[in-house]
Structure formats: structure tokens, C-alpha cells
């Protein structure tokens, strides 16, 4: 049960490595760092897209160095199983993905609001500026 464990991440990683290889030469993968859509596909394959060599070799090195921990290294058949990996590794993906836009829509969010509050404190308040034919209606 253990092999099958360690075949399963080794399978991981060797994906991984090969969409690496490969992510800038094929037009049918989707343009790198597109979970902006949202869509479900465009959350599995950034689980697979590194930004560089750095990127790859760091992720790689954590689940292969936790990965064993967590499920060849340990007393439970139950977390051997392949089912169970690959479960955690595309549910971890997607929840990544998750966290990762609901975050981008919470600092929008807050730089449309400072944006918002610094469009108001340049806005002139003389009495010149206001009314209707003031500079504020005039420069928009």
C-alpha cells in the first residue's frame, strides 16, 4: 500500500513537471493565471502551473517532504489509498483557487473604496468649485 502511495505523489510531481515543460508551448492550455473567470477549469489547471523554476521546485519539495509524511509515513490504510491523495490534492487545488479570488475581490474592494475616498478629499470645496457652473461640474 505504501508503493501505490508513493507512486501516486511521484505521479503528481511528474505531472506537474511536464505541464511546466509544456505550458508555454500548447494553445489548449488556458493562459496562465486565469482564475479570475472563476470556472472550474481554469481552477484544476492552475493546480498544475508554476510562475518559475523556483515555484515548481518549492511546491514539489513540500509535497514530497509533507506528502510522505501524510500518507506514506503513516499507521492508517485509509490514507494510503490512491482515491484519498488525489481527493485532498484536487480539493486542496480548488480551495487554493478559491482563496485566492475571493481575496483579489476583497483587496478590489478595498481599492475602489481608497480610490473613492481620495477622488473625494482632491475634490475642490471652495465656493468658486461648487454650484452649477462651478469648476467640480466643469472638470468633471
Not at 6 to 35: E, K
Not at 64 to 87: A, C, E, H
Request: aromatic content about 12%; some cysteine.
Amino acid at each position: 500500500m505504501k508503493d501505490r502511495a508513493r507512486r501516486i505523489l511521484y505521479g503528481i510531481v511528474i505531472m506537474n513537471l511536464v505541464v511546466f515543460a509544456n505550458q508555454d508551448r500548447h494553445q489548449w492550455f488556458p493562459p496562465c493565471f486565469t482564475i479570475q473567470d472563476g470556472s472550474f477549469t481554469s481552477m484544476v489547471f492552475s493546480m498544475f502551473y508554476h510562475a518559475d523554476e523556483a515555484h515548481l521546485i518549492m511546491n514539489m519539495f513540500a509535497l514530497l517532504r509533507y506528502g510522505s509524511d501524510v500518507f506514506i509515513n503513516t499507521s492508517s490504510s485509509k490514507w494510503q489509498s490512491p482515491k484519498t491523495i488525489m481527493s485532498i490534492y484536487f480539493l486542496s487545488g480548488v480551495s487554493g483557487s478559491c482563496g485566492v479570488l475571493a481575496l483579489s475581490h476583497l483587496y478590489q474592494m478595498q481599492w475602489d473604496r481608497r480610490l473613492q475616498a481620495s477622488r473625494a478629499a482632491a475634490s475642490c470645496t471652495h465656493w468658486l468649485c461648487g454650484g452649477p457652473l462651478g469648476l467640480n461640474k466643469l472638470l468633471g
